[in-house]
């Protein structure tokens, strides 16, 4: 017996399996951006980061704000005198304000056209404390959940590692456009129910990651129709709610139950947080608003293992019940999120690459089909290694995102500064200009021996990306969306 199993004799199975989902490309791309990552000056060799969906456009609005109100923060001198209150509250209810001014954002966020309860809103531990309350509420380790393909890689951590649930994929391809189809639905279903395997419900989330797109008030209407006549729960991750940029407008799940009749409405639940909309992950917003007064409940009770600090729920009750604020926020977010997409949908037509039509999210889907040695997931991840390797850049290969075709690439867009954007795209357009530029034969060549043309000298090192059972020195999944 080996020394690490001896080892794993000693810890639980939720600490030892491998059921976390970290033994993927999608991670993998992490660890090698930590392990080299790019800095303009330090590094400028380095791999750049566009595997991390984050909103980065406007701190600077963020930070003019909280210097114009120090009253906000309980460790400055104007807040100072609110530091014991807010210190020593422990409610798991949360600060009355906060889950106020939480509600109304939702709401401008959806343009007014749906009201939120302030005393449905539970908190938890930013969007992955959220999903997986939410599955300990609804389901029983053994239990399924529908999932929409292509799917958000870290679903599996969140929705599955410690509560034993387990994700059934509903196939969607690029034939029509992913639309999540009924049929498709019902044929994941019974096929699940052919297997013995207990699904309690379909998750979906809206806007897509990684698609960047919206669903539709029709498509919503036959989901919610599916879930109640088969009587099992419908969770919308809608954290990316406000980075939409353009037409059509966003439409939530809870308008659409509004102008249903005879909907089960306990059986919805929506997941939100501040990660995406605002830009704030490190602050750990997650929300749970279920219409279901049980759920609801419980999830208070189990929302005391992730609150959200108190000096973090004060200063944003604060911010988020600025009106003004909040309006000039979002209409410059949406504004800057259209200027950084039209930028990287241009490269990518100057250079011939297709991307996925798409209105909202922080990434585009690229489509590199074209650079495939032939149309296999295996050659995906030759390509993607060359990505990583050599041109240095971390995006997420399809096949890590449940996608059923090779060849989809997620890139994202917000995460960075404009200087490195411009490196970025440059070494876009060098790759895929030298790669569709090279007579067969060259390209025959590179797809064996994993070189490019651009790089006189270096070789694909398999040492680069670790493998799936590499060492762990830093996990990735905290920071990774």
Not at 28 to 34: I, M, P, Q, S, T
Request: neutral net charge.
């Amino acid at each position: 017996m080996s020394l690490g199993s001896k080892s794993n004799q000693l810890l639980s199975k939720i600490a030892t399996n491998d059921k976390h989902g970290e033994n993927s490309p999608y991670f993998d791309g992490w660890k090698a951006y930590d392990k080299n990552p790019f800095h303009p000056s330090e590094n400028p060799q380095g791999v750049i980061q566009m595997g991390l969906a984050e909103n980065q456009l406007c701190f600077d609005l963020i930070e003019e704000w909280i210097k114009n109100n120090p009253k906000a923060s309980i460790c400055t001198p104007e807040g100072v005198h609110k530091f014991r209150d807010i210190a020593n509250f422990q409610d798991y209810h949360g600060l009355p304000e906060f889950r106020t001014a939480v509600a109304n954002f939702m709401s401008k966020v959806r343009g007014g056209r749906v009201r939120f309860d302030p005393n449905r809103i539970v908190m938890s531990g930013g969007a992955t404390g959220a999903n997986e309350l939410i599955m300990f509420c609804l389901a029983d380790p053994g239990d399924a959940f529908l999932v929409p393909t292509p799917y958000y890689p870290a679903f599996l951590r969140d929705l599955c590692w410690r509560t034993g649930l387990q994700l059934i994929p509903v196939q969607c391809d690029s034939s029509n456009n992913f639309k999540i189809t009924r049929s498709a639905l019902e044929e994941a279903y019974m096929k699940a129910k052919e297997n013995n395997i207990n699904v309690k419900g379909l998750i979906i989330t809206n806007p897509s990651n990684p698609l960047g797109t919206t669903l539709d008030r029709d498509t919503l209407k036959s989901l919610v129709s599916f879930i109640n006549e088969n009587n099992i729960h419908l969770v919308c991750d809608e954290i990316y709610a406000a980075t939409v940029f353009s037409s059509p407008s966003y439409v939530s799940v809870s308008e659409v139950i509004q102008e249903m009749e005879s909907c089960k409405k306990d059986l919805i639940h929506i997941i939100y947080s501040l990660s995406k909309d605002m830009g704030f992950p490190g602050f750990r917003v997650g929300i749970v608003y279920s219409f279901n007064d049980v759920v609801v409940n419980c999830g208070r009770k189990m929302s005391s293992f992730g609150l959200v600090s108190s000096q973090t729920q004060h200063m944003l009750a604060s911010m988020l019940s600025d009106d003004r604020f909040v309006d000039k926020f979002l209409a410059e977010s949406s504004k800057r999120l259209a200027k950084r997409h039209n930028i990287f949908s241009k490269v990518l037509e100057e250079v011939n690459i297709t991307r996925f039509p798409s209105n909202a999210g922080l990434f585009c889907w690229m489509n590199l089909k074209s650079l495939l040695k032939e149309q296999t997931f295996e050659a995906e991840m030759m390509l993607w290694h060359v990505i990583i390797n050599e041109v240095k850049l971390n995006v997420s290969p399809g096949s890590s995102f449940g996608c059923s075709e090779p060849g989809w690439f997620r890139v994202c867009f917000a995460n960075m500064d404009d200087e490195t954007v411009e490196v970025a795209l440059g070494r876009i357009r060098t790759f895929i200009g030298k790669e569709t530029m090279k007579p067969a034969m060259q390209v025959k060549s590179w797809q064996r021996n994993l070189r490019l043309s651009f790089s006189s000298s270096r070789r694909f090192d398999h040492e680069t990306v670790m493998s799936p059972h590499s060492p762990i020195p830093q996990s990735p999944l905290v920071k990774a969306t």
